[in-house]
T-cell receptor, first 112, second 114 residues
Framework: GNSVTQMEGPVTLSEEAFLTINCTYT??????LFWYVQYPGEGLQLLLK?????DKGSNKGFEATYRKETTSFHLEKGSVQVSDSAVYFC???????????FGTGTRLTIIP | DTAVSQTPKYLVTQMGNDKSIKCEQN?????MYWYKQDSKKFLKIMFS???????INETVPNRFSPKSPDKAHLNLHINSLELGDSAVYFC?????????????FGEGSRLTVL
C-alpha cells in the first residue's frame, strides 16, 4: 500500500534560516504529491503540489521537487519567518482525493 | 463565511457517553470526509461520503457512525466513548471525482474522553 515518511520533529530554527523537511514515499504507479500546512488552531490547508516526476511545486516561498528516482518530495524554503511556524504534512494520492495518504507531520517552530 | 465548519470545537465527556460532531460545507462539493488526528499529529482517514453515499470506511469501530443528510452535511456520532477516542476530528470536503489532492478542512473538533 501507499505510505509517506517524514522527518521526525520538532524542528526549531532561527528567523531567516534555510529550511528542509524531508519526505519520502512508497506508492504504486505514479502518485501526485502534496505538502499541507496546519497553523495553530486551524485545519490543514494545501501549500503546494506536484503531479509528475521532476515537477516543482511552489507557494509562499516554499518549494518541493518530485524526485521519482529517490521517491522523495522534500520541502524547502530559503529564509523562514516566525509566521511559518506550523505543522507540515507530506501527502500523496494515486487514486483521487478519496485516497489521500498523509505523513505523520513535522512541527516547525521559528524563533525571532 | 467559513467554508467548512464544525461544531462543537471542544468536547469533554466521560467514558461510555454518546456524542456527535456536526460538519457543514458551503463550497458546493460532493465529497466529504472525516479524519482523526491523534496526540502525535498522525492524521488518518475514517470515512468518505460522495453525494450522501459512503465510499470509504477505513476499519473504524462500528461505535462510530457517520450520517450525511445531504451533500453539504456530514455528521459523526460516537457511541460508548472510550479513552482512545480522545483526538482532534477534522471534517473536510472536495469536488467529486477530483484528483487535485486539495481537500478543504474545517478547524477541527477536539474530543477529550475522561
Amino acid at each position: 500500500g501507499n505510505s509517506v515518511t517524514q522527518m521526525e520533529g520538532p524542528v526549531t530554527l532561527s528567523e531567516e534560516a534555510f529550511l528542509t523537511i524531508n519526505c519520502t514515499y512508497t506508492a504504486t504507479g505514479y502518485p501526485s504529491l502534496f505538502w499541507y500546512v496546519q497553523y495553530p488552531g486551524e485545519g490543514l490547508q494545501l501549500l503546494l503540489k506536484a503531479t509528475k516526476a521532476d515537477d516543482k511545486g511552489s507557494n509562499k516561498g516554499f518549494e518541493a521537487t518530485y524526485r521519482k528516482e529517490t521517491t522523495s518530495f522534500h520541502l524547502e524554503k530559503g529564509s523562514v519567518q516566525v509566521s511559518d511556524s506550523a505543522v507540515y504534512f507530506c501527502a500523496l494520492t494515486n487514486f483521487g482525493n478519496e485516497k489521500l495518504t498523509f505523513g505523520t507531520g513535522t512541527r516547525l517552530t521559528i524563533i525571532p | 463565511d467559513t467554508a467548512v465548519s464544525q461544531t462543537p470545537k471542544y468536547l469533554v465527556t466521560q467514558m461510555g457517553n454518546d456524542k456527535s460532531i456536526k460538519c457543514e460545507q458551503n463550497l458546493g462539493h460532493d465529497t466529504m470526509y472525516w479524519y482523526k488526528q491523534d496526540s502525535k499529529k498522525f492524521l488518518k482517514i475514517m470515512f468518505s461520503y460522495n453525494n450522501k453515499e459512503l465510499i470509504i470506511n477505513e476499519t473504524v469501530p462500528n461505535r462510530f457512525s457517520p450520517k450525511s443528510p445531504d451533500k453539504a452535511h456530514l455528521n459523526l456520532h460516537i457511541n460508548s466513548l472510550e479513552l482512545g477516542d480522545s483526538a482532534v476530528y477534522f471534517c473536510a470536503s472536495s469536488p467529486s471525482g477530483s484528483n487535485t489532492g486539495e481537500l478543504f478542512f474545517g478547524e477541527g473538533s477536539r474530543l477529550t474522553v475522561l
